[in-house]
Structures are given as C-alpha cells and as structure tokens.
C-alpha cells in the first residue's frame, strides 16, 4: 500500500471511528444518522468516489444492528411483533427456493428484499424515546424539503446540462412525453416520488395534532413545494397513494381537513390544464397489463417460485455482477434465467415465492396496519402512528404500479417507521438509571 492510500485510510478511520463510537453507545443515533443520509445515496452517481463507498448504508445498518444487540444491553419485556414474524417466514419461503435456483441469483435476492427490514428490527430492539420521534420528523421534513428543491431545479436546468454533469438517458434521465421526469438526489423518478409520498403523510400528521408549533407552520408552508416536485416527478401511484394517505388523515383523525376538499379540487383542476394528463399515458398502462398478463400461466408453472432474485431489482442485480440473466418477454420464456420486471410488487413476490410467499406478504402487510391502528390508540405517539397507518395504506396502493420494498430507500424507511411505530405501542416501561438512555427490546 502506497503511502498516499495509507494516510488517505487512516484519515478516514479517523473520521469513522468516534461516530462508530458514538452510534454504538445509542444505535438510535445510527438510525436516524441513516434516515438523514439515505435520500442522497443517489449523489454518488455523478460523485468522485470509489465504488466501494456504495456500500455505505450496509456497513451503517450493520453496525448499528450490531450495537442493537451487542452483548451486555439491558433488556425489557416487550414482544417480537406478528408482522416480523411473517417476512421471517417470508424469508425463509424464498431461502427455500435455492433448491431450484442458483444460489449467487437466491443471495441477490434475498438481500434487495429482506435487508432493509432489518433498520425495523434496530428499531424495535432500541425504542425510539419522544425525543428520537420528534428529531425524525424534523429530518423527514428537512429532507423531503431539500430533495424537493433540488428536483424542481432540475427542471430548470433540462437534461442536456444534467447529462454533462453524469447522468444517463434512460436510466436516470427518463420523459414522459416532452416532460423529464425529476429524480432529485436519488438514482430514479419511482424512488423520488414515493419518497415524497412517506414525507408527506408522516410530517402533516405531525403538523396536524399540533398545528400551533413553528414545524408545523414549516410543513404546512413546504407542502406546495413538496406537491409540486411529485408533481415533476411524474409518478403515478405515488399521487394516488398520497391522495389515499390523506383521506385517511382526514377521515380517521383530522375531519376539519374536509373543508380543504374544494380547494384541492381546484388545484387538481389547474394540474390537469396544465399536463395532468401526462400521468395517465396509455401506452404505459397497456405496457404494464402485456407484463402481468402471463402471470397465471407462470404461477402454474412453478406454484411455489421461480426462485429469489428472478425478477426486477434483484434480478438486474444479478445480471450485472454475475451476467448471466436474459431479458424476459411476457409470454416467451427465453431462458431458464428470467429477468422480468412486473412493475407491481404483488406480482413479483407471486412469481419469484409462488403462491405461498404472497400469502405471507399480504399477512405481513395486514400485521404492520393492525400494529400501527393499535399505536394510535395505546400508543405514546399517535399522531406519528396515524402517519403511519397512512403510508400504509398508501404503500398498499402504490404496490400495484410498483415494486415499493426493492427501491431504495424505501423499504429501508418503511420498515424504520413500522418498527418505531410498532415500539412505541408495546407495553411501557420504567427504565432505572443506569439503562435510561437505552430502552430495549427482548431479542
């Protein structure tokens, strides 16, 4: 090693070691560390950095998960909850599957779906304390403003000048019609406007169970900001989902939101003159159904999955470090490798874990809406639970025209949110001195 790479490795160490340190005294700190750094991932791309730094979030995730559970912390008697319980056999349903599928394709697999379920069990296993709750939300807010602000700026700068500074057509730089889609600080538009969807819902439940507080003024006042960078994003499902998510809001927690309906009427008015009807391109629509349509005939073929990792992300994934996948045409199977991308997640989980990996999916997905309903009620935060069962219902929607928990960070966030959300619904606790800081859960 050169003595450049040397002193450039210890200055890093340097650097690493005293926040190593300081999340592994409290792996809440890591936890939102990575709600803070995630919406940026996406830098990298145009970033001068080596490879390796991609790797940034596992190596994040994993210390903090270690910290979690490192010998020694003090423990309390909560429950591991239902819905952890079926992506464990979820994830076992697809271990399952590399009897019949390679196990470089299995291990791709299995790591874009399941690793980011794994910030929710950081989550459970350290509680997040009233102070830790409301910091997230502050982060969330601040996040979702500044990522919603870089997107409307790419619209001023158009695709020529993004090009030059790195990205690509059609990976990143993508159109509907005349219309480029923002991305922001992420990798693509889907990641872009499904994070602002969870951003939305989160921070105006918050705002509204305390509308006089200076954050909730911010956040009512960022939501025109917010709404019009989804806008330019140009994904569908997110709009809806959001729609979705507010209704719940305002029917279940906040009625006097009713009151905005003509106004939001107006606004979706203005949007429709102005290219609303972008969103709802029928080629795009028509491309998705010639997708879904041979799924009856696959599910037949192999009931319990084609396998871990031969569909979508996973199977992409798979494709680059090991380059043996094809291109998958609905209805023509062109190799015992399929890369299909189903655009839905439903459709995914049934094809790669067959009919019994979808049940547990649904289940899981039940579990986490009854465990957030539950925290609105016995809950010590329920208006961060409500949020909560918001994105749920709205993550449920937008599964059908995407692949939600493959797309970073989504599925990190989703299943962060659902293990605090969770958390705080479990029985209380009184923390002596000593452990104060460190409220925990039973492994």
Same mark, same amino acid.
């Given at each position: 090693?050169?003595?450049?790479?040397?002193?450039?490795?210890?200055?890093?160490?340097?650097? #690493?070691?005293?926040?190593?340190?300081?999340?592994?005294?409290?792996?809440?700190?890591?936890?939102? #560390?990575?709600?803070?750094?995630?919406?940026?991932?996406?830098?990298?791309?145009?970033?001068?950095?080596?490879?390796?730094?991609?790797?940034?979030?596992?190596?994040?995730?994993?210390?903090?998960?270690?910290?979690?559970?490192?010998?020694?912390?003090?423990?309390?008697?909560?429950? $591991?909850?239902?819905?952890?319980?079926?992506?464990?056999?979820?994830?076992?349903?697809?271990?399952?599957?590399?009897?019949?599928?390679?196990?470089? @394709?299995?291990?791709?697999?299995?790591?874009?779906?399941?690793?980011?379920?794994?910030?929710? &069990?950081?989550?459970?296993?350290?509680?997040? %304390?009233?102070? +830790?709750? +409301?910091?997230?939300?502050? =982060?969330?807010?601040?996040?979702?403003? #500044?990522?919603? !602000?870089?997107?409307?700026?790419?619209?001023?700068?158009?695709?020529? *000048?993004?090009?030059?500074?790195?990205?690509?057509?059609?990976?990143?730089?993508?159109?509907?019609?005349?219309?480029?889609?923002?991305?922001?600080?992420?990798?693509?538009?889907?990641?872009?406007?499904?994070?602002?969807?969870?951003?939305?819902?989160?921070?105006?439940?918050?705002?509204?169970?305390?509308?006089?507080?200076?954050?909730?003024?911010?956040?009512?006042?960022?939501?025109?900001?917010?709404?019009?960078?989804?806008?330019?994003?140009?994904?569908?499902?997110?709009?809806?989902?959001?729609? $979705?998510?507010?209704?719940?809001?305002?029917? *279940?927690?906040? *009625?006097?939101?009713?009151?905005?309906?003509?106004?939001?009427?107006?606004?979706?008015?203005?949007?429709?003159?102005?290219?609303?009807?972008?969103?709802?391109?029928?080629?795009?629509?028509?491309?998705?159904?010639?997708?879904?349509?041979?799924?009856?005939?696959? &599910?037949? %073929?192999?009931?319990?999955?084609?396998?871990?990792?031969?569909?979508?992300?996973?199977?992409?994934?798979?494709?680059?470090?090991?380059?043996?996948?094809?291109?998958?045409?609905?209805? *023509?199977?062109?190799?015992?490798?399929?890369?299909? /991308?189903? +655009?839905?997640?439903?459709?995914?989980?049934?094809?790669?874990?067959?009919? =019994?990996?979808?049940?547990?999916?649904?289940?899981?997905? @039940?579990?986490?809406?009854?465990?957030?309903?539950?925290?609105?009620?016995?809950?010590?935060?329920?208006?961060?639970?409500?949020?909560?069962?918001?994105? &749920?219902?709205?993550?449920?929607?937008?599964?059908?025209?995407?692949?939600?928990?493959?797309?970073?960070?989504?599925?990190?966030?989703?299943?962060?949110?659902?293990? !605090?959300?969770?958390?705080?619904? /479990?029985?209380?606790?009184?923390?002596?001195?000593?452990?104060?800081?460190?409220? &925990?859960?039973?492994?």
């Amino acid at each position: 090693m050169s003595a450049g790479r040397l002193l450039a490795l210890l200055s890093a160490l340097a650097l #690493v070691a005293p926040v190593a340190a300081w999340i592994w005294a409290r792996p809440q700190r890591g936890l939102l #560390v990575l709600v803070a750094l995630m919406p940026f991932d996406g830098l990298l791309i145009i970033a001068p950095l080596p490879s390796a730094f991609a790797a940034w979030k596992e190596a994040l995730v994993a210390l903090t998960l270690l910290a979690a559970f490192q010998p020694g912390r003090p423990r309390v008697g909560r429950t $591991v909850p239902g819905w952890l319980w079926a992506m464990t056999l979820l994830a076992t349903a697809s271990l399952v599957t590399w009897f019949w599928t390679p196990s470089f @394709q299995v291990a791709v697999g299995m790591k874009v779906a399941f690793f980011g379920v794994l910030p929710g &069990v950081a989550a459970l296993r350290c509680p997040f %304390e009233p102070r +830790d709750r +409301d910091r997230l939300v502050s =982060i969330l807010l601040t996040t979702g403003c #500044v990522t919603a !602000v870089v997107g409307l700026v790419q619209q001023l700068m158009g695709p020529a *000048r993004l090009n030059a500074l790195g990205y690509d057509y059609n990976t990143v730089i993508r159109f509907t019609g005349s219309l480029m889609r923002s991305w922001s600080t992420f990798n693509q538009p889907f990641a872009f406007g499904l994070f602002l969807m969870v951003i939305v819902l989160i921070t105006l439940a918050s705002a509204l169970d305390d509308p006089r507080r200076m954050r909730s003024r911010l956040t009512f006042a960022a939501l025109p900001l917010l709404f019009a960078a989804m806008f330019f994003s140009v994904v569908r499902t997110a709009w809806i989902g959001t729609a $979705v998510g507010i209704a719940y809001l305002a029917v *279940r927690r906040y *009625r006097k939101m009713l009151r905005l309906l003509p106004a939001v009427a107006g606004l979706a008015a203005v949007a429709a003159v102005v290219g609303l009807f972008a969103f709802f391109d029928s080629a795009s629509a028509g491309d998705r159904l010639s997708r879904w349509r041979p799924i009856p005939s696959l &599910v037949a %073929e192999a009931p319990f999955g084609h396998g871990a990792g031969s569909a979508g992300a996973a199977a992409a994934k798979a494709d680059e470090l090991h380059g043996t996948a094809t291109t998958f045409t609905p209805g *023509r199977v062109t190799s015992a490798h399929l890369v299909y /991308q189903p +655009d839905n997640s439903y459709v995914e989980v049934l094809f790669e874990d067959g009919v =019994i990996g979808l049940a547990l999916f649904l289940v899981a997905l @039940q579990l986490v809406w009854r465990a957030s309903r539950r925290a609105e009620a016995d809950g010590t935060d329920p208006a961060e639970a409500v949020g909560m069962s918001a994105v &749920v219902l709205a993550v449920v929607v937008a599964c059908m025209g995407s692949t939600f928990f493959e797309i970073f960070p989504l599925d990190y966030l989703y299943w962060l949110l659902a293990g !605090v959300t969770t958390a705080s619904a /479990q029985p209380r606790f009184t923390p002596v001195a000593a452990v104060a800081d460190e409220s &925990v859960l039973v492994a």
